[in-house]
């Protein structure tokens, strides 16, 4: 990414596009998926969650500061995220921001997105779970208001060619519901 369009990116995070997942964007999302992570999700974890009714989106800029052929094209996919609704908390289960476009502030728009969500929905609290070794994911949860509430040993698979396990950081936020 130019310089230019980075600056744009970052200038126009504000006006950003939830639109829900489809089927046709599993491989967009897995090849975002596949850079980012030490165990990524495979395309059965996502068409299992779209058909089990979570809420998945795919965050794109909106259409209306399209500039074709670079990162504010709305058919690139900037973001992701994936919630599983319960009676009384959202579970985070993937939030996933293109490698291209980390350090702009999108994580913290999307969980303001999230949290706007839940509290319209009048979903008191959202849960979380994160690798110990993910500091970047775990520095911005605390710094928007996350709280580590327990761990979940052994929760993640860790290196492919060890077999061993990683413990889980479960974090919660309680939701300020209106009245």
């Not at 996933?96 to 008191?124: F, W």
Request: with cysteine; glycine share 6%.
């Amino acid at each position: 990414m130019s310089e230019a369009q980075d600056h744009q990116a970052h200038e126009s995070l504000a006006e950003l596009s939830f639109l829900p997942m489809q089927v046709a964007d599993l491989e967009e999302a897995l090849g975002i998926e596949a850079v980012s992570h030490l165990h990524p999700w495979t395309r059965g974890n996502f068409t299992d969650s779209l058909a089990a009714g979570h809420w998945a989106y795919c965050i794109r800029p909106q259409v209306e500061q399209a500039i074709k052929g670079s990162y504010l094209d709305p058919s690139v996919l900037w973001a992701y995220c994936i919630l599983f609704p319960a009676v009384d908390e959202l579970h985070l289960l993937n939030i996933t921001v293109s490698p291209k476009l980390r350090k702009l502030g999108l994580g913290s728009r999307i969980m303001a997105s999230i949290e706007s969500v839940a509290a319209q929905q009048n979903i008191p609290r959202i849960i979380l779970e994160v690798r110990p070794s993910n500091t970047a994911a775990i520095g911005l949860y605390h710094k928007l208001g996350y709280e580590q509430i327990g761990i979940r040993k052994n929760y993640y698979p860790a290196s492919p060619n060890s077999g061993g396990r990683e413990d889980a950081v479960v974090m919660a936020k309680s939701i300020k519901l209106e009245p």
